[in-house]
């Protein structure tokens, strides 16, 4: 039976969507629709718009978690923090929750999400079992794998908002318990996706069970898989938000534990190792930078500071120092195929660390727009930062060669930053065709921005 406050709370959503329609209804006819959000976990620059936004301020809540059911409805906007702290005291999580606190539901569906439970969860939107959808006509459609919208719910992953906005979400949640106890293992690059594929297969790695796996490898010749397990109880839990940091706890120690909630954020705390550009992991700086504001949201809006000014850019032309690339992408490559892929970036590419996160989806069917093979085990390959553009060349060279490359080794890349394919190469890599499809009947004004428009022009 619904408690009061699952009322109340859905009462509330229910008028947030009516300002949400309101709010559509007042965007003139032939101008394009877009959230009227101020973050977001995107890394490519966008236009700006003069005209009005939709209205998502009442959707980032949680509307109700079933502890019973294992499922919890939530709003579109809610953030991953958000919802954690809604299903961490039920000793429950959603069933992937991506390393960055302010990554909202919807978002990590709509696009792409991963962490490490995804070598058996799979992606966010495989434990989604329903979804209610503001389509490009302005109409509220309730989409499930099975039903009158059942082509929409498939389709809708990885449409970056060219097919509408998800309102509320039903999705499955899975068990975590107070604690989870680590190892760091070093392997070799080619012993890699042999370990990966074997855990995969049984769920264990040493005679212990494995219930979370990514990795880092820091060099060609230093790689780490870090293999999580539930616990009950721990002796000794680290904490790595304040002066010790996750990363390079690695490569010091074989073992580690850590609460539930800080081994979900471990990551956020110092944006995997990109924190460093901005001097927080200098010591000295550390000491006097808040703790509360060692988060991945605000290093995020020092970038984007950083893309309106171009302070950091400017420093760096007048030391005569060439103009920087930004090269930030996840890209999904089979465990097969993961050392080469690895070496090629190394010498091609050059940054370091990367970090390794297997997957494999949940279900025996490809999903649309992300045409992932089932039953195959990819490894998402991440890595952020710039590189010098060398002489001759042009800004954007590097991601060409890292999109050439990731098709020669049978991969996939995430759109959430930097696209650079040409229409065709794009239109099939991320079958277009059946996206087009769906939105002539969900869309058939037009009214939502188009995925390659969304993408590679940055619309």
Known sequence: MPTTSDLASTLDHDQAVGRLRASYQRIPAGAPVRLAKRSSNLFRPRTTLETPGLDVSGLTGVISVDPVGRTADVQGMCTYED??????????????????????????????????????????????????????????????????????????????GSLGYATRLRIELDRISPYVALRHVRLGLDDLGPAIESIVADGTYGGEPVHFVDGVAFSPDEAYLTLGRNSDTAVQVSDYTGREIFYRSIQQRSTDALTAHDYLWRWDTDWFWCSAAFGAQNPYVRRIWPRRLRRSDVYHKLIGLENRHQVAARINRRRGNPDRERVIQDVEIPASRLAGFLRWFDAEVGMRPVWLC????????????YPLEPRETYVNVGFWGTVAIAPGAADGDVNRRIEAAVAEFDGHKSLYSDAYYDRETFDRLYNVAALTAVKERYDPDARLTGLYEKAVTRR
């Open 83 to 160: 919802l954690v702290a809604a299903t961490l005291p039920h000793g429950l999580t959603p069933m992937v929750v991506p390393q960055l606190r302010t990554i909202t539901l919807g978002g990590a569906v709509t696009g792409l999400g991963i962490e490490s439970s995804s070598f058996r969860a799979g992606l966010p939107h495989e434990s989604v079992l329903e979804l209610d959808i503001l389509t490009g006509a302005g109409e509220i459609v309730t989409a499930r794998p099975t039903g009158e919208h059942a082509e929409l719910f498939r389709t809708f992953p990885n449409s970056y």
């Open 358 to 369: 297997p997957l494999r989806l949940r279900g025996s069917e490809s999903w649309p727009l």
